[in-house]
């Protein structure tokens, strides 16, 4: 079992940045790759951004290269999404995933999840 949870969504500005964190519990987070997803109100889950294992490889959505970054650090069992140049169209809510010795775009290929945090963008 592995137990997800953000935290560090709010309200800010267009233009501005963003730190989320997802916190995992247990012994084997390097074990899993971890992605990053998002919902709006009315909208399905989409991906976001996913790092694998090791976290030598990242992919991004398309919507949010070149503006958000995956990392990981093994040692605190956290992964996070740093964002910037955040647009009103980034507002959802923002959940992580968890996907044992793999990593995908998929929701369906991530068997844990966190309860999600609110990331609200202003104009």
């Known amino acids: 079992q592995v137990q997800l949870v953000e935290s560090g969504g709010g309200l800010v500005q267009a233009g501005g940045s963003l730190r989320l964190s997802c916190a995992a519990s247990?012994?084997?987070?390097?074990?899993?790759?971890m992605g990053w997803f998002r919902q709006a109100p009315g909208k399905e889950r989409e991906f976001v951004a996913a790092?694998?294992?090791?976290?030598?490889?990242?992919y991004y959505a398309e919507s949010v290269k070149g503006r958000f970054t995956i990392s990981r650090d093994n040692a605190k069992n956290t992964v996070y999404l740093q964002m910037n140049s955040l647009k009103p169209e980034d507002t959802a809510v923002y959940f992580c995933?968890?996907?044992?010795?793999?990593?995908?775009?998929?929701?369906?290929?991530?068997?844990?999840w966190g309860q999600g945090t609110q990331v609200t963008v202003s104009s």
């Open positions: 790092i694998s294992v090791s976290g030598g490889s990242a």
């Open positions: 995933a968890a996907a044992r010795l793999r990593v995908g775009r998929k929701a369906y290929e991530y068997e844990y």
């Open positions: 247990g012994r084997t987070f390097s074990s899993y790759g």
